[in-house]
């Protein structure tokens, strides 16, 4: 069982940035692949990016390649999400996740947190 928690949402301005985190219990974090997902109103919950057990591999959504980097502390249990120039568009619930497998379907993954809202005014 992993137990995730998400932190760092918030109101911020179109180009601003923040950092999300999510904390996980328990003492196999390291095992497990680490996902980052979100969900705005009205639409359906969609892969924002994921990073392999040892942070070798990432993957991101196309959407925001460039401008967010997914990054983990496997000595802290933490993954961390670390979103620049921020659009309105990527106005949503954030969710981090775990799986077993290097995945970006949702589906997939096993763990899921609470989300935290990210807002970006314009």
């Known amino acids: 069982q992993v137990q995730l928690v998400e932190s760092g949402g918030g109101l911020v301005q179109a180009g601003g940035s923040l950092r999300l985190s999510c904390a996980a219990s328990?003492?196999?974090?390291?095992?497990?692949?680490m996902g980052w997902f979100r969900q705005a109103p009205g639409k359906e919950r969609e892969f924002v990016a994921a990073i392999s057990w040892n942070g070798g591999r990432r993957y991101y959504a196309d959407s925001v390649k460039g401008r967010f980097t997914i990054s983990r502390d496997n000595a802290k249990n933490t993954v961390y999400l670390q979103m620049n120039s921020l659009r309105p568009e990527d106005t949503a619930v954030y969710y981090c996740?775990?799986?077993?497998?290097?995945?970006?379907?949702?589906?997939?993954?096993?763990?899921w947190g609470q989300g935290t809202q990210v807002t970006v005014s314009s």
């Open positions: 996740a775990a799986a077993g497998i290097v995945t970006i379907r949702e589906k997939e993954y096993d763990y």
């Open positions: 328990g003492r196999t974090f390291s095992s497990y692949v």
